[in-house]
């Protein structure tokens, strides 16, 4: 296999200077990420031990194999929002090996407002249970929820991706063959009780769980009736009467390890594909940050990120000599196989044909797809124009809309316009989504949003006074809102993750993702 080379040098005065940039952006993640992880805060968390009860990512934790990785998505979900007072948006997500056999965890903070759903904590409910569904991934629910937060109850109740529709989803995929688990560690109220009752398995906690669907507070207020929450959706009385949980636990440590048992007898045939001896790039990923720099104006060659990621930087490269600012070709990402585009500039008409038949190679052969995102866009003028962009970029558009293997994107730069499609930007159904920290995502970049409307006010005669405030309000907004945190608070991704810990995550998901079920019927590779 050919092998890619790197003249990044690292002494150089400006790798430094980029990599100095780059650490800025990287410290502000770990900060947040750092931020996100005590959950409600130190009083909170003082409060849910002194009822000895056990902080969320520690149940996780004692729930997992010893040792084994636990890919964390969208950990900065609601970031910014609230005033920053529900941090994860009160419930952590990822996927996790559980007595050998990976699964998807979803798990309420009830640190975190009582581990109410706020819209972005329906949204991460739904994405996680979307995945699970993808890659048939049996849920572990770990619940301790209030269930639906009131003062939103517009934004999660109604709609078809809210309350209703995540127990839609749940029903359907148990009766897919995808395990339905929970484990009753809080309340789970009103709608909330669904989740476990829906479960196909139930584990409930003596004097922690409770499960009813109107609390003592509004059963007292409709019935005049007075009873606590013991007594009236307890686990004894679940357990032993009427069956709605299926064990008891006298522990939270013994609730987790029941679960570990149940996981481990479910027949599952999901195994993880992970060549722990691939062999490593042969470049170091710590460079990345020095490579990139946190400005994207400044171009950088791909190959140099490609080479940091795949194994033993082996690269077979697909039409280098046509269509170069689209780099397509295939390699290995921790032992699986993987076709990579890869954006080297603007698109042009040639290179998006060529990313389409790339996709259509990679489609025949049953190989994974990743997108390496960073895109300004499609070509633009009169030459693109009447060379058929238009029609070229549709090409792509298509290819990727149609691909029947495994998508995998990471925004590791800007993700701008109809760039963002061809790239299977969130649109397209990535199988997983992830951004780097100095990456951008929006419409089109702030200066020319900016230069779209100053013009067209100019040409109305608007007087120079006003055309500055639009200017500065649109760079203003386009600054704000293409930030990886605005988006990621959005779960317009899977998660911001760093450079150093790409391949391993990627690697990961395509493991995840391996046994994905073949449409193997034929499909003829169009030349374009
Ligand atoms: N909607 C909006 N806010 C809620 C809420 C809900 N469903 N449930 C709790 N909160 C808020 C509380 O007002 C409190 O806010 P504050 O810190 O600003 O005072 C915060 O969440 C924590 O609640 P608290 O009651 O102090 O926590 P707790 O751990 O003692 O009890 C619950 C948690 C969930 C058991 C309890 O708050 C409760 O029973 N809530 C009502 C649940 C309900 O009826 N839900 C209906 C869903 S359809």
Redesign the pocket.
């Known amino acids: 296999m050919p092998v890619l080379s790197s003249s990044t040098a690292p002494n150089s005065e400006q790798f430094q200077t980029r990599q100095a940039a780059f650490d800025i952006a990287l410290n502000r993640l770990r900060t947040q990420q750092a931020q996100v992880s005590e959950g409600g805060g130190e009083k909170q968390r003082e409060r849910h031990i002194s009822r000895g009860k056990i902080p969320v990512r520690d149940r996780i934790d004692m729930l997992l194999d010893p040792g084994a990785p636990f890919l964390e998505l969208s950990a900065l979900a609601a970031w910014g929002l609230y005033d920053n007072k529900v941090p994860a948006a009160g419930i952590v997500a990822g996927i996790g090996v559980i007595s050998g056999v990976p699964c998807m965890i979803i798990a309420n903070d ?1 640190t975190v ?4 759903f706020y819209a972005e904590t329906v949204k991460k409910h739904f994405r996680a249970q979307e995945i699970a569904q993808q890659q048939r991934l049996p849920i572990v629910y770990l619940v301790d ?7 939103q109850q517009d934004l999660v109740f109604p709609d078809k991706e809210h309350f209703g529709g995540a127990f839609y989803q749940q029903c359907r995929m148990s009766a897919s063959g995808i395990p339905q688990l929970a484990a009753v560690f ?2 789970a ?4 009780a669904y989740i476990p009752a829906l479960s196909d398995e139930v584990i409930m906690v003596k004097g922690h769980g409770h499960i009813f669907l109107g ?1 003592p507070p ?1 059963v007292k207020a409709a019935t005049k009736e007075e009873i606590d929450a013991e007594s009236l959706g307890g686990a004894e009385l679940h357990t032993f009467e009427t069956g709605v949980s299926d064990h008891i636990a006298y522990s939270e440590a013994e609730a987790l390890g029941k679960m570990r048992d149940i996981v481990a007898n479910l027949n599952s045939p999901k195994n993880l594909s992970v060549t722990e001896n691939a062999a490593p790039p042969r470049f170091d990923m710590a460079e990345i940050g020095g490579i990139i720099g946190d400005d994207l104006k400044v171009p950088y060659d791909i190959h140099e990120i490609i080479a940091r990621l795949v194994d033993d930087s082996e690269f077979q490269s697909f039409k280098a000599d046509y269509g170069s600012t689209l780099v397509c070709g295939f390699a290995k990402i921790m032992g699986n196989p993987v076709a990579i585009l890869a954006n080297n500039g603007v698109l042009f008409p040639e290179s998006a044909v060529k990313g389409a038949h790339f996709i259509e190679l990679a489609d025949q052969r049953q190989i994974p797809l990743l997108f390496l995102q960073n895109i300004t866009g499609f070509m633009i003028g009169i030459e693109a124009e009447r060379g058929g962009i238009a029609k070229h970029s549709a090409k792509l558009v298509y290819a990727v809309s149609n691909a029947r293997v495994p998508k995998l994107t990471l925004i590791c730069g800007g993700s701008y316009g109809a760039g963002n499609y061809g790239m299977c930007g969130r649109g397209f159904c990535p199988d997983f989504l992830f951004t780097w920290p100095t990456s951008r995502t929006a419409v089109m970049g702030g200066e020319t949003a900016a230069g779209v409307m100053t013009d067209l006010q100019r040409s109305k005669g608007a007087p120079e006074e006003k055309i500055a405030q639009t200017e500065k309000g649109i760079l203003d907004q386009f600054t704000e809102q293409s930030d990886p945190y605005y988006s990621t608070a959005r779960l317009w991704d899977d998660g911001v993750i760093e450079p150093e810990q790409t391949r391993t995550v990627l690697g990961f998901c395509l493991a995840v993702t391996a046994d994905f079920e073949r449409d193997r019927s034929k499909r003829p590779v169009y030349r374009m």
């Open positions: 009830p407002m009582g581990g109410t929820s209030g269930g639906a937060n009131l003062a809080g309340p109220t009103a709608g909330g609390g509004l």
